[in-house]
């Protein structure tokens, strides 16, 4: 069973960088994404990242966010960039299209002066 573990969210000011990481408990395989889900409304795919690292972003966080991964670590990251209190949502790592039992608890963004 492979579990993912979202971390490094927290309360950032507009304009500010936040780095979040995904661990997989065991060899990650396939493409992977990053999604959000903010109050009220539903889970979105945000990034993915293929297993040769070709990417894709939605028009929301393209230009602001990259998606890269580490395999030897069993490791996808979010690097976020000139965050915007849009960006606000609890945010997902899972394979790409998702797996329902792979879903982890997140990590929340909070983007607020």
């Known amino acids: 069973q492979v579990q993912l573990v979202e971390s490094g969210g927290g309360l950032v000011q507009p304009g500010n960088s936040l780095t979040l990481s995904c661990v997989a408990s065991?060899?990650?395989?396939?493409?992977m994404g990053w999604y959000r889900q903010a109050p009220g409304k539903q889970r979105d795919l945000i990034a993915s990242i293929t297993t040769d690292g070709s990417t894709s972003y939605a028009d929301a966080v393209k230009g602001r966010f990259t998606i890269s991964r580490v395999d030897a670590k069993n490791t996808v990251y979010l690097m976020m960039s000139s965050l915007k209190p849009e960006d606000t949502a609890v945010y997902y790592c899972n394979t790409q299209p998702p797996i329902g039992r792979f879903w982890g608890q997140g990590t929340q963004v909070t983007v607020s002066s």
């Open positions: 065991t060899r990650i395989f396939g493409t």
